[in-house]
């Protein structure tokens, strides 16, 4: 039942940090770093990957390709997430200390990510 929730929980995060790029693109695009190219195409990539990561955590058969995505893109965004601790964030006042905690953090989502759609349930769900 915890995983159950926790699966769930994990796919609304996802599905909604994927449509925010679409909604807010220039939040995101905030983030890049300048030697990144096609910032405007990684942002869609990334806000696509999410949403269907997102998604595909809730289908069994799809679960355990989703969860691998999902820590891929976890891996491929962490040079943003670099970047953003190293010069802020353009348009925000956000305090240094918690752009600083999102690196860690990231750690705790890929954990999060694994717990929900990579390892078993004793029962084997």
């Known amino acids: 039942m915890l995983r159950t929730i926790s699966r769930f929980t994990l796919s609304v995060f996802?599905?909604?940090?994927g449509v925010n790029h679409f909604i807010r693109p220039e939040l995101y695009l905030?983030?890049?770093?300048?030697y990144l190219p096609a910032h405007e195409l990684l942002n869609i990539i990334s806000g696509a990957a999410e949403i269907a990561g997102g998604l595909g955590v809730l289908l069994s058969w799809l679960r355990r390709a989703a969860g691998c995505g999902l820590i891929l893109l976890l891996i491929a965004i962490f040079p943003a997430n670099i970047h953003m601790a190293l010069h802020g964030m353009a348009g925000a006042d956000i305090a240094p200390w918690i752009l600083w905690l999102q690196l860690p953090f990231q750690l705790v989502l890929i954990a999060w990510v694994?717990?929900?759609s990579l390892s078993k349930?004793?029962?084997g769900k």
């Open 121 to 123: 349930n004793p029962s």
């Open 30 to 34: 905030s983030m890049m770093p300048p």
């Open 114 to 116: 694994v717990h929900a």
């Open 14 to 17: 996802f599905i909604v940090a």
